[in-house]
């Protein structure tokens, strides 16, 4: 008879194969977790709500990330808000109730985001949430609600900057769920930029100088929603153009939809546009302009890794480390843009030079591998609700 091998201890033991769910529905999900994913290895259950999903905003990404094929939720995209959510939310308790899972892993502050906590908190399953005490104190946001509210239901919060873990103290959150794991973006940025040489070839293929010209995004409804803030914002970007420093500007879906909704095709007609591009590309892209204008999220934390200063076209931002260190400014739709862009164009090299040496303040490229170590505990001991508040 074959000796059956000694027990591992439970501290030791591995995850079991799909043990824990990943949920996650946008692109910037799929990006900030794909390092984690990789960390869980075979223990990665992947539900994507579709909140985004096509070929060019998540299928595209999936492969380029490396990721499995994940379990897509149906008829979830184009709902509004309170449609996506409850879409999303009945999915999951029903995948749940078939399948629990021994822990849930949700990023960030989208619809998906919320309809994975609040599933997991109805079945009594432990919750990761990852980025987590962002706050922007704007409640006109609905990502201001949907974090918050995830905050207050995760029993492991993975808070990737000081100020972050503060936010959380602030609101009474007991200092036991709080954990400081730094950011993912820093070693996503790192491990998907693309090599010199390729990257040299990306920018000849779009007739682009290193440092000499500006790459814009565009894509939150606070910039889509009114032909007057979109139309300030492609007004101004039209004014760089024609003064002769290259604009690059991917064109999200929905841009794409309010720019014709709106009539505002002549203001593209000096820009380079293109449609949405892969997150190596991007990053490519973006290592070498002169200037990025964006009112992403994620463009804020890899700014900061990339050393490219950020005009953030938005009223608030829930990232104030990147302004604070210097490489993002927020402004307003319009002169305000124009005049910033203009004086921050005037002097590049010394700008650029400035950023290059500063560090991110989003940590040190091993945050995925904390979190990873910390969901594998939560989940050997045992899913015992952490306290509700100090």
Not at 48 to 77: C, I, K, N, Y
Not at 92 to 98: G, K
Request: charge should be negative; glycine fraction near 8%.
């Amino acid at each position: 008879m074959t000796a059956c091998p000694s027990p591992q201890p439970a501290a030791d033991r591995p995850l079991a194969p799909g043990s824990v769910a990943v949920v996650l529905g946008t692109r910037p999900e799929l990006v900030k977790l794909a390092p984690l994913i990789h960390e869980l290895g075979p223990a990665t259950r992947l539900v994507h709500t579709g909140q985004h999903w096509d070929e060019a905003m998540s299928g595209r990404f999936l492969r380029d990330l490396g990721l499995p094929r994940p379990e897509l939720l149906t008829g979830v995209g184009g709902r509004p808000r309170a449609g996506q959510i409850a879409q999303s939310l009945g999915q999951l308790d029903a995948a749940f109730a078939e399948d629990r899972p021994a822990a849930v892993v949700v990023q960030g502050d989208t619809n998906a985001t919320l309809a994975g906590a609040l599933a997991a908190n109805a079945r009594n399953i432990p919750l990761v949430h990852v980025e987590a005490g962002l706050r922007s104190f704007d409640r006109a946001m609905p990502e201001e609600h949907n974090r918050v509210m995830v905050d207050h239901v995760a029993d492991l919060l993975c808070a990737a900057t000081p100020d972050n873990a503060a936010n959380l103290r602030a609101e009474s959150l007991a200092e036991e769920r709080i954990a400081l794991t730094g950011n993912t973006v820093v070693e996503v940025v790192r491990r998907s930029l693309p090599d010199a040489a390729a990257r040299a070839a990306l920018l000849a293929g779009h007739g682009l100088t290193a440092d000499g010209y500006v790459l814009a995004t565009v894509h939150r409804p606070e910039n889509t929603d009114t032909a007057e803030a979109l139309g300030a914002v492609l007004a101004e970007l039209d004014r760089i153009a024609r003064a002769g420093t290259p604009v690059l500007f991917p064109m999200h879906p929905r841009t794409r939809a309010a720019v014709e909704r709106f009539a505002l095709d002549g203001l593209l007609a000096r820009l380079a546009v293109t449609g949405p591009v892969g997150y190596a590309d991007f990053l490519g892209l973006a290592r070498h302009a002169a200037l990025l204008v964006s009112d992403s999220g994620g463009v804020q934390e890899e700014c900061t890794v990339l050393g490219r200063p950020l005009l953030v076209v938005r009223r608030s931002t829930e990232r104030p480390e990147a302004v604070a260190a210097g490489f993002a400014a927020l402004v307003a739709p319009g002169a305000e843009l124009g005049d910033r862009a203009r004086a921050w164009l005037s002097d590049t090299p010394e700008r650029l030079a400035r950023l290059a040496a500063a560090p991110s303040p989003y940590g040190d490229g091993l945050a995925s591998a904390r979190i990873a170590e910390l969901t594998a505990r939560l989940v050997r001991r045992g899913a015992e609700p952490l306290p509700l508040a100090a």
